[in-house]
């Protein structure tokens, strides 16, 4: 039985947790449903432009983005339960766990945003439902990239409370500085130059803007391309695959989290 | 009662060494107050100063979001074996009862006070709408609470579920009510259920007592009316309830 | 490295600051034989677990299990070793049968075999019944025993378990330790940790007892109970009162350590290897005519032991 296979089942039974966690699905899909049917739709009749089919994409990459950071939590709990020194016991390079857990982490990302992208079809006409699947591949590769993240913040909560705290912190911070709710526009007006880079650069507003492009077929912003979007989540997963070789050599060596 | 107030001061005294929540609570209205609620309110074209609509919302959402968690901190404690504990102590059902709710009350006071203090500075507000606002604020609180400690009884056979009821109820709850937008902005099937739901009474209540001029909010005497009916009869309903589940709680 | 060793420890050295968890230990295994480290809390047992596992690094020195090097060969380690942890490693919402069919399909188990495997280990454990439950409802005695059922899932060459049966019924106790001495008979090496004494009586071939992070002694049980000063007690009791020549004389006996007077016709002695002692003492007891009517000797318990070489007591070990 090769690496591989053992990552692939490491990586499923990892996914499996997720879909598995009710209330985490509860509260994800309470919240992403209702914002896109119920806050995109009210805010659309008080906007000036089409706010829904603004929106809808920018909910379905937070989506993507909660799912995908729920590794995190995963890790977190895996590594005060003890479920990763189970991990470590198995027949599994370290490389392959790491791995295991980031595709975890893609897949999850992409299934649960697949999910909301139906929904959404629902009600967004105009969305040409073939164009996103050219654009499962990235959506895949931004997943990994985001679970990044929560690898770097395994890496520096180590105490129990500190982890959900900056979790929730860094969420809120992310959907807040990024083009999910509002179009860059307007966010250049009133951000300084700085946090404007910040804002166009953020993976979420990458991921937002590819999907109103492809969705669409038509361009919504200058600063979207898909190499930058590539490149931001492979620098990610990057930084997640040192993170979490650190979180699992740390176990090892020291015995602590 | 001694008793039971000495638990008070000690659970309090945990809520303080909660430093990280507090702060989050602090930075999430940082980042949805001066980030979203600003650009949000750019793009709002129907209300005037939608800013300050919104800043009031937030207030009761994250009332809502502390409230629940007080709830939920009582039930947790069940599965956890801290209630068995409580439970072992010299006060009564009752006593136990009140003291978690007198906590959700000074834990929404410590997290709230100082946003509320803030949006009421920014907007100009006498002090006094401080006390009114922190009246209605607490007023709902109670009706939170209350809410969540009854549907304990769910939580004893399963507290997956419990969960996952209370994270649905949160996102429907606040989505279809007048906490986000007011009820003349609705489509009237949205308005209809934001009717029945009492966040919105709790929502136009805040907004009627700091003289917020928005011609849909709803009559602010059925609004006391109803804030007050939620608190006592979800509190009436949980001590009626929670003694008689808790004498059964099923550990997991 | 012998043939016949599965797990040697050299210079192994655990540290977590300027504590040693486990401090230069060498120690040897032999194949196919169950090993009990016996020692109270803190004296190292789980740290020198995790680390035959990998799931910890050593500070100093290495390991090897059937060959491979803990540090140098981990992955070997780990297709070779499987652990059984002392609190239960579950997915808090799996079920029973998930957490083991996972456990299967790692070890390459695969299709019906994989099915009938986990099936059958369901039922050996006494877990069929709550193979619907999710991990997190199973009671402390369930999860126990699921954590101790994974090993039979792929029954490693190298097997060991941190304290198999604690949480666990009476009854419970006696399939699981009945079950690892199944899997030792089918060829796998086996060590348990465990502070139960009675667990490590009922188990061990040989007994390993540690104290603070080093190996105090390693025997099998006989011998174990032998190296303890006085350690077997013998009760004799005459027809007639004892005599003080009778008394003296059973003091002069080899191998005694201690008489004791317990009434005018019954005394107790305190002795070395009471089958050497015995048939010396009955050559005494007619030359001097005095008639026995009882005796009773009860050899020292593994808890005497255990407290002998772990605690302040004050009986000394003998050098022979």
New interface residues.
């Given amino acids: 039985m090769s690496q591989t296979d053992k990552m692939l089942q490491i990586a499923r039974v990892d996914l499996s947790y997720f879909f598995r966690t009710k209330w985490l699905l509860a509260t994800l899909i309470g919240l992403n449903v209702t914002d896109m049917l119920v806050v995109g739709l009210v805010y659309n009749g008080m906007m000036a432009f089409n706010y829904f089919e603004f929106f809808a994409p920018g909910v379905i990459v937070t989506g993507l983005f909660f799912a995908s950071f729920d590794v995190g939590r995963r890790v977190h709990l895996g590594l005060t339960e003890g479920v990763s020194q189970y991990y470590l016991t198995l027949p599994v390079s370290l490389n392959g766990l790491v791995l295991a857990h980031l595709l975890s982490a893609g897949f999850g990302g992409v299934i649960y945003a697949g999910i909301l992208t139906v929904i959404a079809a629902a009600f967004l006409p105009s969305l040409v439902a073939l164009n996103t699947l050219v654009l499962i591949p990235y959506m895949f590769v931004l997943s990994m990239g985001l679970a990044g993240i929560a690898a770097v913040l395994n890496l520096f909560s180590k105490a129990g409370e500190r982890y959900w705290v900056f979790a929730d912190g860094i969420q809120t911070a992310l959907v807040s500085l990024s083009t999910i709710a509002y179009p860059l526009q307007v966010v250049s007006k009133f951000f300084p130059s700085y946090l404007l880079t910040f804002v166009e650069y953020n993976p979420l507003s990458q991921g937002a803007e590819a999907l109103r492009t492809v969705v669409y077929g038509t361009p919504s912003d200058p600063v979207f391309n898909f190499p930058a979007l590539f490149l931001t989540s492979f620098v990610l997963l990057v930084v997640g695959v040192i993170s979490y070789r650190h979180v699992f050599t740390r176990l090892r060596e020291s015995g602590r989290i | 009662m001694r008793e039971m107030l000495s638990l008070l001061r000690f659970d309090v005294r945990e809520t303080f060494d909660s430093v990280p929540w507090t702060v989050y609570h602090w930075v999430f209205f940082a980042f949805q107050y001066f980030v979203y609620g600003q650009l949000v309110s750019r793009l709002v074209v129907t209300l005037n100063n939608y800013y300050f609509y919104y800043g009031t919302g937030l207030l009761i959402i994250m009332t809502f979001n502390i409230s629940t968690w007080a709830g939920r901190r009582f039930v947790e404690g069940a599965h956890e074996g801290r209630l068995r504990y409580l439970l072992s102590l010299p006060f009564t059902r009752g006593e136990l009862f009140l003291e978690q709710v007198l906590l959700g009350i000074v834990v929404n006071v410590i997290r709230i006070g100082p946003p509320l203090v803030l949006v009421l500075l920014i907007v100009g507000m006498p002090f006094t709408s401080l006390l009114t606002s922190l009246l209605v604020l607490l007023g709902m609180s109670v009706g939170i609470m209350g809410m969540m400690i009854s549907l304990s009884f769910v939580a004893f056979k399963s507290f997956d579920i419990y969960s996952a009821i209370v994270a649905g109820m949160s996102a429907v709850l606040i989505r279809f009510s007048t906490v986000l937008y007011p009820l003349s902005s609705m489509p009237i099937s949205y308005g209809t259920v934001s009717r029945f739901n009492p966040l919105t009474y709790g929502a136009d209540l805040l907004r009627n007592a700091l003289n917020f001029d928005v011609p849909s909010l709803l009559n602010p005497e059925l609004s006391v009316v109803v804030v007050a009916a939620v608190g006592v009869s979800t509190m009436t309903l949980g001590m009626a309830l929670v003694p008689r589940a808790l004498e059964g709680v099923k550990s997991s | 490295m012998l043939l016949d060793i599965a797990v040697e420890t050299f210079g192994l050295t655990?540290s977590?600051g300027s504590t040693n968890a486990l401090d230069d230990l060498n120690l040897k295994v032999k194949k196919g034989e169950i090993l009990v480290l016996l020692g109270p809390n803190g004296s190292g047992k789980t740290?020198l677990l995790?680390l035959l596992?990998?799931?910890?690094?050593p500070t100093r020195g290495t390991a090897t299990v059937m060959g491979y090097d803990v540090v140098k060969q981990s992955?070997k380690v780990?297709?070779t070793?499987?652990?059984s942890?002392q609190?239960p490693?579950?997915?808090?919402?799996?079920k029973p049968y998930?957490i083991l069919s996972?456990h299967a399909?790692?070890?390459?188990l695969r299709g019906d075999e994989k099915e009938k495997v986990v099936d059958e280990t369901l039922k050996a454990f006494d877990l069929w019944p709550s193979r619907n439950k999710r991990f997190?409802?199973l009671s402390g005695g369930q999860g126990k025993r699921l954590e101790v059922a994974k090993l039979f899932v792929h029954r490693p060459a190298v097997a060991v378990f941190d304290e198999p049966t604690a949480m666990v019924d009476l009854e419970g106790k006696r399939m699981i330790w009945d079950r690892i001495k199944g899997l030792r008979d089918a060829g796998s090496t086996i060590i348990v940790a465990t502070n139960e004494v009675r667990e490590a009586e009922y188990l061990a071939d040989r007994i390993s007892i540690m104290r603070d992070g080093k190996e105090v002694v390693t025997e099998n049980l006989r011998t174990l109970k032998d190296s303890i000063s006085g350690g077997d007690v013998v009760e004799v009791e005459f027809s007639n009162p004892a005599s003080a020549e009778v008394l003296s004389g059973i003091g002069t006996v080899p191998g005694t350590v201690r008489v004791v007077q317990e009434s005018e016709t019954a005394l107790k002695a305190f002795v070395n290897r009471s089958e050497d002692w015995l048939p010396q003492m009955m050559v005494l007891v007619q030359t001097l005519q005095a008639k026995v009517t009882s005796i009773r000797v009860s050899e020292p318990s593994l808890d005497d032991v255990f407290l002998h070489y772990t605690g302040d007591v004050g009986v000394k070990r003998t050098d022979a």
Avoid: P
Avoid at chain 3, 105 to 108: F, H, L, M, P, Q
């Fill in positions: 655990k977590y740290t995790h596992a990998t799931v910890l690094k992955l780990r297709e070793v499987g652990i942890f609190e490693r579950g997915f808090w919402r799996h998930h996972f399909g790692v070890y390459g997190m409802e």
